[in-house]
């Protein structure tokens, strides 16, 4: 699967924009991970956009190709698990953005493909002073070797999840 294809696909699941209004479908795992980043105006501008510009996912180890940077309702990436071209395709499509002056973010869902059926949001928020980053997803297997992992793919999930937090905290301060 290249990049190219994704065009054509559609999304493996039926509640599309779930996560930005925190509700979870039925039959869906949930999983949510706020974690605070730092202090200040700058922390907040450098997080958003590194987020934005997908620079927190390459620096947790996520090798990602999309078709827009800033992200962009809209937007196709293509994630690769495992090592060079034999990896398992990971396509998803920006479902929704957020640019307020208190929050950036954006939520991406899954396409056919995908080992997962879900969304999943990343959004850096601002409250005072303090600056957070939370991610929200909801998922269950799409794929039989998914439905395998049990909750070892869930595990694999809360994991990624932290990795995120902790590039960004490294991308932002």
């Not at 071209?85 to 056919?112: H, K, S």
């Not at 995908?114 to 928020?125: A, D, N, R």
């Amino acid at each position: 699967m290249k990049l190219a294809d994704l065009v054509e696909l559609r999304f493996n699941y039926d509640v599309i924009g779930s996560t930005r209004y925190d509700e979870t479908p039925p039959g869906y795992h949930r999983l949510e991970v706020r974690e605070q980043i730092s202090t200040g105006d700058q922390v907040f501008l450098t997080a958003g956009e590194a987020l934005m510009t997908w620079k927190m996912h390459n620096a947790a180890g996520v090798r990602i190709e999309t078709t827009d940077s800033p992200a962009v309702i809209g937007t196709n990436s293509l994630g690769r698990l495992g090592v060079g071209p034999v990896g398992i395709p990971i396509p998803c499509r920006v479902v929704w953005v957020v640019d307020e002056p208190d929050g950036t973010g954006f939520a991406y869902g899954t396409l056919q493909g995908h080992p997962e059926s879900g969304e999943e949001s990343f959004l850096v928020t601002r409250e005072g002073d303090d600056v957070f980053f939370t991610l929200r997803a909801y998922s269950r297997p799409a794929t039989w070797y998914a439905r395998l992992g049990g909750p070892a793919t869930r595990t694999a999930q809360s994991l990624f999840a932290h990795r995120y937090a902790h590039a960004l905290k490294r991308l932002a301060t």
